[in-house]
């Protein structure tokens, strides 16, 4: 990258978050979409109708989030999941999941920047998102680590039912809810036992917020609903009728959302999983997985994240979110 490059990021990230600043302004004082009438008219969704279903065949791309698979499977971005659109893409998520207009620019950007390539000319597969140490991260919530499942589109299934199985939540009319703390319970959990059992394990500040940040996504565009999250985990498929419960005017914007991801961020406390990661080693050595030396270090706790560690990491979020991009300057001078 160069200077100038690195300037009109910086610039663009500037903008970007001004502008939700000013939109979360407006989402206190407009009226909420009505219910039935959140995805935008003449979009697919609208009324609740939804494309047809149809699972991907093996010659399709497909990656480790659950939203972009679902939108492919339901033709809403190209079927195949191959040669998507960057410009398209943001529209397409925007009226699907009402994310505001500035997480819809934000998010294919820093896709884009990610693959080295154009926004505005080129296009990609759903499969080259995960690049391991991207986007794609260890010790994440639906997925077994890439050093043991390399297809990082594979569902896990057995994680999926445990997460689904731990809602504590219920709603007015009694149905299971998925809370935050059940979301900071089950990724203290997955962390703990990747550390312990991938040799190759990695983990920054940055994957442990992407990985907040996914789990974030089943508490606000899907209301923690278990039922609606069974059919959209397991099976990447939009439930019937279904429409975002994100009702704001201009979407969940990215200042709104940060709410969510740091309350999950929070609560993750993997020292409450030691037990765990233990019994998950003694497994590995039955499949003659290599355990990793240090292991026993953080087993004792003394490298598992703790409280104190993410409450650090969530304060600097705050201000990594709206400085982050001034590396991209400071690497180049």
Known sequence: MNFFSGVSHFLFDVGILSWDVLLTLSNLVRRNRRISHVTPEGHPGYGGYWPEYMPP??????????????????????????EISFVELGSHIRATYNFSPTFCSFVPHFAARMLKRSYSEDTFDLEELDQHGGIEHDGSLLRLD???????????????????????????????????????????????????????????????????????????????????????????????????RIRQPYGLTLTTFNKTIVGVELGVCEQDWAEAAREAVDASHCFCLKFRPEAATYLNGTCLSSPTSNVLSALAYFALTYLMHILHITEIL
């Not at 990082?152 to 007015?172: M, N, R, W, Y």
């Not at 442990?208 to 606000?220: D, E, H, M, Q």
């Open 57 to 82: 065949k093996e010659t399709d791309s497909r990656c480790s989030c659950p939203a972009l698979n679902a939108m492919a499977n339901h033709g809403i971005i190209s079927r195949s999941g191959r």
């Open 146 to 244: 890439a050093a043991f499942q390399p297809d990082q589109s594979v569902k896990h299934v057995p994680f999926i039912e445990e997460l689904l199985a731990a809602a504590t939540g219920k709603d007015k009319d009694g149905n299971d809810l998925i809370t935050t703390k059940d979301l900071s319970r089950i990724l203290g959990k997955r962390r703990a036992v990747a550390r312990a059992v991938n040799k190759g394990f990695s983990d920054n500040f940055f994957h442990r917020i992407f990985g907040s940040t996914n789990a974030a996504t089943l508490v606000t565009v899907f209301g923690g609903r278990v039922d609606d999250l069974h059919s959209f985990l397991l099976h990447e498929r939009i439930p019937e009728s279904w429409e975002s």
